[in-house]
């Protein structure tokens, strides 16, 4: 029931549900040489993937991934692209450490920030560009042009 996304099933959602179920101690875990359950690095991004807001919108001539990545700036930011097609973009953000200050209360999220997306097969591989400006990473890739169609193909008829 807690795939539910209004009112219908989401499979995705349950598969996230159930890894942000798992306490971190037995992520990982082996008994007998059989593997229980997935990794802790597995673990670690399917929360930062669910933690990671992003917005996908596709213009006439591209398409443009926003994702809010508070605090990072541009070098600590990564954009790749993995197996042909999934776009993955990720950074990780750590508490500043200084010696003489105490954190009372810690609200801000540290850790890693993930979000892969596969993309369509009209998008360009080579036309890949990223901006970074106020938090706020956009991705944008722009898209192949439509193939010509084709013209049918005209056989002249021979009279025997």
């Known amino acids: 029931m807690a795939g539910m996304v209004f009112g219908l099933e989401n499979p995705m959602m349950t598969a996230l549900q159930h890894l942000l179920d798992i306490p971190d101690g037995e992520a990982g875990n082996t008994a007998g ?8 690095a597995y673990v670690r991004d399917a929360r930062a993937m669910a933690a990671t807001p992003a917005d996908v919108k596709e213009l006439p001539g591209a398409y443009a991934f926003v994702v809010d990545m508070p605090g990072l700036g541009s070098g600590d930011i990564k954009v790749q692209v993995e197996d042909e097609r999934v776009l993955v973009i990720s950074g990780e953000r750590r508490r500043e450490e200084k010696e003489d200050a105490k954190y009372l209360r810690m609200e801000r999220r540290m850790g890693k920030l993930m979000r892969k997306f596969v993309l369509p097969e009209n998008a360009d591989m080579e036309k890949i560009s990223a901006v970074c400006r106020d938090g706020v990473l956009t991705v944008t890739v722009d898209k192949l042009p439509p193939p010509e169609p084709k013209k049918p193909k005209t056989i002249q008829v021979q009279v025997a």
Request: charged share 40%; hydrophobic share 0%; no cysteine.
């Open 33 to 40: 040489g059989e593997k229980q359950g997935p990794t802790r």
